[in-house]
């Protein structure tokens, strides 16, 4: 979602620096950006809509600029305009800002700033900073801020230029901020991917915090205006992973490398023991298990619930972060809950966790991003060591989510009375991408059908549910994706000779379940793709076989959606349209 970047230097001309660093968020999805510039009083702006490179055509002035502030937007209050494009100066055209988060009480804090005759010219929760910031007497600037940000309800990050100042000053509740430091410059963003190039270490500002920063130093506060110290942290090989190298597209790259990410986490996983605080007592304190994510990652929390319970026998169930958090949850001291987050920063599942922690939960966090909200927050870490995920579509951290889980529950396993220990190594030897040319008459069979669905049992079920996100993310294809036994319980009357059905199947005790909801299909023209590693299949009503690598039926979870993905980016690509930016969605959703 949106990115922020502030940039002061001892060098004049940062507008190119400001953007070049801009255009790294631009993985976390936007619809327009802008930039504010400052030299000693004079600010100039520039707006654009759509892509960055819009804006850089609008940069063709001499820069001397020494400091800077810019944007990437996602719209949330307000449409995508360049009225409501970030950043936003105040009336009084002392203050300039860009926000990442949403303040809850913007209609109140409106009123308020309207009352006192001052005029908000655009329909954004975030101008209403500015114009507060202009509000508050005084000369201490960060007790103004403090003062502004104790107004705001909901969740921000913010970075404010003030008119005749070479400094930035910043805050954060709930949206991340990270500051870094070399010598002759500072950089604030939203991401710190983009500090690779520049700096070896940077500071995470903490929760309810303000800085204001200087191109010779850093000074952080509470919210009771005491200096505090923040440690830095190594700008890390996980910061520096996102280069495409020889791919055309994220999402095939990433789609790729799913292979070496199996590797890296059965490697880590040996050298390192994440899982040393889940011993025998913390097992024996587990009554429930609840897994809590968003989109793949709840994907994910729904597989993990199916490992959890049928390795380590404790009752386990995967939920939807946002449903979650307002279902009135039963949590107290026995019941382990784990969040499941490639970013560790979906607005939802943090606040789960946060709500989890409250009432006494133990927490585990399964996310990719090492230095994220989510992995700060959570008593145990298990990493997903996917490297950086790029693409909205989200592949390898899936895969990645997939395994951690069942290392987890065959570690929980152990303390149980019929300990699972499996032979991971049989990973390694898997053709992960085996026939995949033969997707693409699969393909075609899609773009020949007016309605798909996706059909499967047990774990197959979540496969299927998984595969149609995929599909429909990227392709705009809309699709069904139902557990097989509830066919016939009403989606079955939407099938006709327009519809093509994949089937999932690699359970060979729910084969013949399977085979007669083909029939079903079938008897009603639908076309059937049976996605399996099962040689069993003797049915005339199965109209294309694709076949993966016969991998043990306890790994197939983790193997059976890569031809979904594939399927999904190839389809995606035939229509023309962008793998990695799919339309209206965000990489990180960073607002509830
Ligand atoms: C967004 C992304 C999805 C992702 C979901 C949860 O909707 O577009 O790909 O699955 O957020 O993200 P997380 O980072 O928590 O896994």
């Known amino acids: 979602m949106c990115g922020i970047i502030g940039y002061i230097s001892q060098e004049k001309g940062v507008s190119k620096k400001i953007i070049h660093n801009l ?17 000693g009083n004079t600010f100039l702006v520039k707006k654009s809509v759509g892509e960055i490179a819009k804006l ?77 910031m202009a509000l508050q007497n005084g000369d201490d600037n960060i007790k103004k801020l403090n003062e502004v940000t104790s107004m705001l309800v909901g969740s921000y990050a913010i970075c404010l230029l003030h008119k005749g100042e070479h400094a930035l000053y910043v805050a954060r509740r709930h949206s991340p901020l990270y500051i870094a430091k070399n010598d002759n410059s500072c950089m604030v963003s939203s991401d710190p991917v983009t500090f690779g190039e520049d700096y070896g270490t940077y500071y995470t500002l903490p929760d309810d915090c303000m800085a204001k920063v200087t191109v010779d130093k850093i000074d952080v506060y509470d919210k009771n205006l005491n200096k505090i110290c923040v440690k830095p942290s190594e700008v890390g090989s996980f910061e520096k992973s996102a280069e495409l190298g020889k791919y055309s597209f994220y999402a095939e790259k990433e ?40 989109g793949t990652a709840y994907h994910a929390c729904l597989m993990g619930a199916k490992y959890i319970q049928n390795y380590a026998h404790i009752e386990a169930q995967g939920y939807i972060a946002s449903e979650f958090r307002y279902s009135k949850p039963l949590i107290d001291k026995n019941t382990l809950c784990i969040f499941v987050s490639q970013s560790g920063e979906t607005a939802d599942t943090l ?40 693409a909205v579509m989200s592949t390898k951290a899936y ?38 040319q033969k997707i693409d008459p699969i393909t075609d069979l899609v773009l020949k059908s007016e309605k798909v669905f996706f059909i499967g049992r047990g774990e197959d079920y979540v496969t299927a549910l998984e595969a149609g996100l995929k599909l429909k993310e990227i392709t705009y294809i809309n699709c069904v994706s139902i557990p097989s036994g509830e066919l016939k319980h009403g989606t079955l009357s939407l099938v006709d000779n327009k519809s093509l059905v994949f089937m999932i199947a690699t359970d060979k005790n729910l084969l013949a379940k399977n085979i ?77």
């Open 399 to 436: 895969n990645a989510m997939l395994l951690v889980l069942m290392l987890l529950a065959s570690h929980l396993s152990k303390f149980t009375e019929s300990p699972q220990q499996f032979d991971y190594d049989v990973l390694k030897s898997v053709d992960f991408f085996k026939d995949v």
């Open 56 to 132: 850089e055509q609008k940069l063709n002035f001499v820069d001397d600029f020494d400091c800077g502030i810019a944007h990437t937007r996602w719209a949330t209050h307000g449409k995508v305009s360049l009225k409501n494009t970030h950043p936003h100066l105040s009336q009084d055209k002392c203050w300039a800002v860009v926000h990442n988060g949403i303040i809850e009480n913007f209609l109140e804090l409106s009123k308020l700033i309207k009352s006192k005759g001052v005029t908000l010219k655009s329909e954004t929760d975030t101008e209403t900073i500015v114009a507060l």
């Open 516 to 592: 007669s909801s083909a029939s079903e299909i079938k008897a009603r023209g639908g076309k059937i793709v049976l996605v399996t590693n099962l040689d069993e299949i003797q049915s005339g009503d199965i109209d294309y076989v694709y076949q993966f690598d016969k991998i043990t039926q306890k790994f197939s979870s983790i193997i059976s959606i890569i031809p979904f993905q594939v399927l999904a980016y190839k389809t995606c690509l035939r229509l023309g349209y962008s793998p990695d930016k799919p339309r209206n969605l965000a990489k990180s959703v960073t607002v509830e």
């Open 351 to 390: 606040l789960s966790l946060e709500l989890a922690k409250n009432m006494g939960a133990k927490t585990v966090a399964v996310v990719n991003v090492p230095y994220s909200s989510i992995a700060q927050k959570a008593d145990v870490v298990l990493p997903l060591c996917a490297g950086m995920e790029v």
């Open 23 to 39: 255009k790294k968020l631009e993985y976390r999805g936007y619809d327009s950006s802008g930039i504010c510039l400052l030299k």
């Open 255 to 294: 789609i790729s490398e799913i292979p070496k990410v199996i590797d890296t986490i059965l490697s880590n996983y040996k050298i390192v023991d994440h899982f040393k605080k889940i011993n025998k007592t913390f097992y024996s304190q587990i009554k429930k298990v609840k897994l809590i994510g968003c």
